[in-house]
């Protein structure tokens, strides 16, 4: 395997996951009935939308091709969530704890291709920059958990 493939299929992963994000926090969006909510998961679907693109480019410019849709495991952690806010009596705090732990399993990616040695410095600053825009997203989330609870 070529060095740009591998890099662009990690690129790849990351951008399906992004996929997953965006279409989760659209979800989220749509269920929960808090509007502060509303325009917290709003957001969140617009930064992932816009992460996608910046990776998209990236994958482009390898001359790779970027993967078209999410993952059958975003599908199912999206059911999940939906599943769950029907059965609890609070669906804010509940749609908003699957958002965490979304949003943690998505920083783990991160930080593991942020770990790669001999990464492009610009795959490298655009990692770190979606990678801490992911744990702000956690704490802000975090936060407002507390504030539902």
């Known amino acids: 395997m070529k060095y740009t493939e ?4 990690k690129l790849n992963e990351l951008l399906v996951k992004n996929y997953d994000a965006e279409k989760g926090y659209i979800d989220a969006y749509n269920t929960v009935e808090s509007n502060d909510l509303k325009m917290f998961f709003k957001r969140r679907a617009s930064e992932r939308s816009d ?12 001359g790779q091709i970027p993967t ?19 059965f609890t009596s609070n669906d804010d705090e509940a749609i908003l704890e699957e958002a965490i732990r979304g949003e943690e ?6 930080n593991e291709l942020i770990t790669e040695k001999n990464l492009p410095p610009t795959i490298d600053s655009l990692i770190a920059k979606h990678r801490n825009a992911i744990q702000a997203a956690i704490n802000t989330e975090k936060a407002k958990l507390e504030l539902v609870s």
């Open 6 to 9: 591998e890099i662009s299929n």
């Open 51 to 62: 992460f996608a693109k910046e990776l998209r480019t990236e994958i482009l410019q390898y």
């Open 68 to 86: 078209d849709s999410g993952s059958f495991k975003g599908t199912m952690h999206r059911n999940w969530m939906n599943l769950k806010a029907t």
């Open 105 to 110: 399993a998505s920083l783990e990616e991160y």
